[in-house]
Structures are given as C-alpha cells and as structure tokens.
C-alpha cells in the first residue's frame, strides 16, 4: 500500500464564502483563495461530518462518475493546497522575520506641534502615549538628514524606499520639508535608488505655493478630515472650540484642483456621532472630489464620550456594506470606487498576504521624532516608553526584538483559531496599548467586526475574480494609503 493510498483526510482551516454564484475558501494557513468546482464542494461538504480514507472518498468520486486518474488528481491538489489535511497535520507557526528586515518606510513627524486641538487626537488627547516635555518641538536639518541617511543606510538592496512626512502639523514645518525632499532626492540619485513622499496634514496651512511644490515633486497627500462642516467640526476644532471645516474647505479644493500629479486621499476618524459614513463618502468624494476615502474608528479607551460603542460599530458596518456594494458595482462596470477600505483589503488578498504582525512597525517602517528619537511607528514617536533608540546610535535591536516577538502571532493564543488572522494579526499595536496597556495584546475587542467585514471584502474579491478578473490586476502592486 501507497504512503497515499493510507492517508485519513480531514477538512483543512478555511473559512468558505460565496461570490458571483461560486464557491470560494480562504485558506488560513497560507493566506490564500481557492476557488471550489461542484467536485471538490462536494467533497468537502462530505468530510464536513468527519474524517475519511483515501481509498474511500476515491470510490465515492468514481461512483459519482469521475475517472479514476481525475479523482487521485482532485485529491493530491486539495492535499497540496491545503483544502484536506491528514489528521496528524499540525499548525506550521508563522515563521519571525529577520533580525535585519530591510528599511522600507520611514515617517517623519517634523513637528510634535498642532494648530489644531482636535479632541480624540491621539498625541495630545486623553490617551496620548507621548512624553514630549523637555524634547524639541521642531525637527531641525541635521536631524533631518541623520534620518534620510539612516533610511537609506538601513534599507538594504531595495530600489525604491518611501519618507511619509508627519506631525503634529506637518506645514508647521514645511520648510524642512522642502529641504529634507532635496536632499533626500540627491542622496538616493547618488546610490542610483529613489524615494518617494508622503504627508499627512490638517490642510489649515495650505498655500498656492505649497500646492506646487507638492504637485511638482509627486508628493501624496492625505487630508485628515471628517465629513461636511456639522460632522467635521464637532471635534476637529482650534484651541478655542472653532471648527476648522470653513478654513480647509477652500484650500482642499485648491490642493485637489492643482496638484495632478498623485491622487489626493481623504482620512476620516469615526467617532461616537460621527458615523454616518456614507453622508460622510458623499461629501467628500462627491462635492469636495477627494479621490479615495478611507475610514478608522477612533483609537481610545472604551469610556471616553467620542468612543463608539457596539451599537455604533455595528451601524458603521451597515454603512460599510453599502460603500463596499457600491464598490463592487464600479468593479464589475471596470470603475475605481474611491472607498479605500475595500480597495486596501482587495490588494492584501491579491497579494497573498499572510502576516506575522499586524503592520510593518518596527519591521519595515519606523518613525523619527523630532528630536531624533525612533519609535516603532509615528504614533509613539516621543514616547520614552516606547523608545527604539536614537538616528544618532540607530535602532536598539533588544527593544525592537522585545516589541516584534510580543507583537507576533504566534503569541497572540486568542488569534489561533481565528479565520481573519492573516490579515488581521491582531489589530494595531497602538490600539492594543491604548485598550490593554500592552502593545502585544490581540485587539480582541473588534473581532466580530473584523470576521464580518473581511468576509464583506472575500465575497467582493469572489464576485470580481468570477466576472471581472483582469480589473484585479491593478492592486497586485497597491500599498496601503
Ligand atoms: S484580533 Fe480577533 S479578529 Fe484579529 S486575528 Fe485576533 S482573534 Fe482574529
Ligand atoms: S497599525 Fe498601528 S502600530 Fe501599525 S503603523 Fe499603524 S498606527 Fe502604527
């Protein structure tokens, strides 16, 4: 007897889903899709009540009309794509990255300053992580090129490395901006590499010159910013209490009718009241004509007034449905939908994505504050606690190490049995600090929503590969915005 003719097989880990009429599985150890004919779901649907030999599902599929050599190939593919397993087949745990993970981005928050007080911001709010008494408030030049040495240094042989600028405000600093983009520009044409930028701003301080200079040198911007003036100023709001939606509605207009050179991206913050995401996609795409919108509920402790409850998020899921339905139209017409949620999703599935850690902190990507110090990702920039070393001594490899191995997978037990894991990993290591106190802790408090809204994301994938696939070739290279 064959090693194969005495393999029991049993159902492997999959979560099954539907799409345009087919059957599909999201195969969790590997992160992948496989898409079911009538004979493989009817062969799964069997070993649904339990395990069975391979001598005896080959006689069922023969008795059911198929030839003998088309029953052993369903089998070994299954086998080998991981749909069946044997009954001593163990979970492989996600392999660590290596100690030298290559450079790929680096976020530069230019300034801790704002001249903004939006009440739920995470670096001068109620749960604010950073410590920034007695550090610089600006980045300074010599710092600035340290950090753009330092990317370049660490990145390894890639080609191709990204700055995304950040604040606080960022233009509170623009013209370190200015200058950190020269330089960096002609230290990476020096090594024959390139780098392309990004910011992220609250577009108070937008000028026709700024514009240009964003549009001439292909920089990326993301808007902060919440919806129509009733919903964007509840909480986006000066140090007085004004709202600050009649000073950027002017002025985002300007950046989107005169920068032509990237697309311009809306980031909104959900917060208890303001959640009324598709009034909010409206608005902004339709009258302001952002290109792409992406939505996060905001980053708390449960018991601050701007938190959003469970009977929020579900609504919010409702009206992600809506937007994620609307997407799915556009796809299948061969139309971009501007809903960055689904679209950031659609390119994780397409690439395979299986993730050991839930983003690239501390792996890929790192943040510079201003003063030099480096922390996991922007949002511990000038933390002590979460201090990764300085760009003057470089990375500390122990806290780094510390950071990854709790951020991990693999040591996250309640994500274990989790379908959603390979994209999930457990939710952002801020969030977790901000929920648990500790930023290897699973975010344990969304993981209805994430199931539900990946399976949201599955079903479109489905629907889209069944009936339009080639319009799935353009995420292949996408990055999340
Ligand atoms: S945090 Fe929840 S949803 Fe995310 S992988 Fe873990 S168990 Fe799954
Ligand atoms: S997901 Fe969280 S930890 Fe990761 S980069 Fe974003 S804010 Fe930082």
């Excluded at 450079?103 to 530069?108: G, K």
């Amino acid at each position: 007897m064959t090693a194969t003719e005495t393999r029991t097989y049993r159902a492997g880990e999959f979560h099954s889903f539907e799409g345009g009429g087919r059957r599909f599985l999201y195969l969790v150890p590997a992160g992948a899709v496989f898409e079911l004919d009538s004979a493989a779901e009817k062969l799964l649907d069997r070993l649904r009540t339990g395990h069975a030999d391979h001598d005896e599902l080959m006689s069922e599929l023969v008795a059911a009309g198929h030839s003998y050599s088309d029953a052993d190939e369903l089998l070994e593919e299954l086998y080998h794509s991981h749909v069946i397993v044997t009954g001593d087949t163990v979970r492989e745990p996600l392999a660590n990255p290596p100690e030298d993970f290559p450079l790929q981005s680096l976020v530069m928050n230019l300034t801790n300053q704002c001249n903004l007080s939006c009440t739920y911001c995470y670096e001068f709010g109620e749960d604010k992580v950073a410590t920034p008494e007695g550090k610089a408030k600006f980045m300074d030049m010599e710092t600035a090129m340290a950090s753009v040495d330092f990317l370049l240094g660490q990145s390894g042989t890639r080609q191709n490395v990204h700055i995304t600028f950040f604040g606080g405000e960022t233009l509170m600093n623009f013209p370190l901006l200015k200058s950190v983009v020269a330089y960096a520009n002609d230290r990476a044409a020096s090594q024959g590499r390139s780098i392309d930028f990004s910011l992220t701003t609250n577009a108070t301080l937008l000028t026709p010159a700024i514009i240009q200079f964003l549009s001439e040198n292909r920089i990326g911007v993301t808007v902060s910013m919440d919806g129509p003036p009733d919903l964007h100023n509840k909480l986006r709001v000066f140090a007085n209490g004004r709202g600050s939606y009649d000073i950027i509605e002017p002025r985002v207009k300007a950046l989107i009718a005169n920068h032509r050179t990237r697309p311009i991206t809306a980031r909104v913050t959900l917060t208890s009241g303001v959640t009324d995401v598709v009034r909010i996609y409206r608005h902004l795409k339709q009258e302001l004509g952002f290109h792409e919108i992406g939505f996060a509920p905001v980053t708390t402790s449960p018991d601050r007034l701007y938190s959003i409850n469970e009977p929020g998020m579900n609504g919010v899921l409702a009206q992600f449905k809506v937007l994620a339905d609307e997407w799915l139209e556009f796809a299948l017409r061969g139309e971009m939908h501007g809903f960055s949620n689904v679209s950031d999703t659609i390119a994780e599935l397409i690439q395979g994505v299986n993730k050991s850690h839930p983003c690239g902190a501390a792996l890929g990507l790192v943040g510079v504050g201003p003063s030099g110090d480096i922390a996991p990702c922007h949002r511990f920039v000038d933390s002590d606690t979460h201090s990764m070393g300085h760009i003057s001594t470089g990375i500390d490899r122990d806290k780094q190490s510390d950071f990854l191995t709790r951020g991990h997978i693999n040591s996250k037990y309640d994500c274990h049995s989790c379908w959603a894991r390979p994209l999930c990993a457990g939710g952002c290591h801020h969030e977790a600090f901000v929920r648990y106190g500790d930023t290897g802790h699973a975010n344990l408090h969304y993981c209805d929503w994430i199931r539900e809204w990946t399976d949201i994301c599955l079903r479109i994938y489905g629907a889209v590969s069944a009936n339009n696939p080639e319009f799935l070739d353009q995420f292949a290279e996408r990055k999340a915005l």
